[in-house]
């Protein structure tokens, strides 16, 4: 058993022990960028954890055309979103730092890593990289990742404007219950097992999720607010549910999973009971499904339930 901390030339050993591993290896690391593939060479049957949101890849801290490359030689790609951990376990060592698979790491950054090949720490690293392989991305999802880092690399090598980052909004959402397809129910736990870890209080909020057709595509993002609105079956609305933050979305095979946070101490009203509190300007907007642009009727909104 031995410890040692690497400060010097520490992709190096990262990737000299990437080559000569026999064994797959099991990484967790946050951003995987360009020549990835090259200075993290995996075996196959390989696991690989990344953060390859679309934030993440539109940013481009993950490059995609990397992943691919390892995906085809037999790695398993993971998402993880929100993934900061660099962990890196080939055979009976594990190497645990603050470097990133990247040129720029390994050019320009003085990064530093502990390595170990105590059996305890060994095992430890690679069960945590298992306890995230919540979200396995195939070939045509990293098709759909890389065009969206294209697109950003092309706008960028045009020297255009920087592209405006939308600030979290406010939609009322008009819903009604439906049953999930039984195919797709694989993929909606996995997403909604993700979406747990992004709770800010797991003691009384809890994950809830929707499922609309691929065709039709709401523009809800992460951190958006929405206010469900549930309709009776003569079409009139019925209930006005409390506010609920998005969390992520995940495709499925013909459905698009939206997850959001619920918060369980707040309670659905009706729509007499929510009208009745609030002015005709805030009363219009909870009628139309969409995004709510007037400020001050946003703040009424949500106000609706802060009793």
Known sequence: MSRQLLSDDVWTQLTKAATSSRKPAHIAVAYFGTSGAKL??????SVLVVDASEAAVRSGQTNPSELIKLYRKGVKIHSYEGLHAKVYVFGNAVFVGSANVSKNSRDRLREAASRSSAASDVRAAREFVQSLMTLELGLG?????ESM???RRRRSTRGGSKQRVRKPALFVNHFHFDELPKQEEDRESIG???AKKLLRSTGRHEVSSYWPYKSYAPPW???DTLIPIEFDSAGKIARIYPPERVLMKREGIRRRFFYVEEDLSLRSMTYRRATSKISRRAANALRRDGIVRDRNTVNELLKLFQE
């Open 192 to 194: 909604a097992n993700a």
């Open 141 to 145: 999802e990293l098709r759909k990742l």
């Open 221 to 223: 993002r992460r951190a």
């Open 40 to 45: 993290l060479p995996l075996p196959p049957g």
């Open 149 to 151: 880092y294209e697109k």
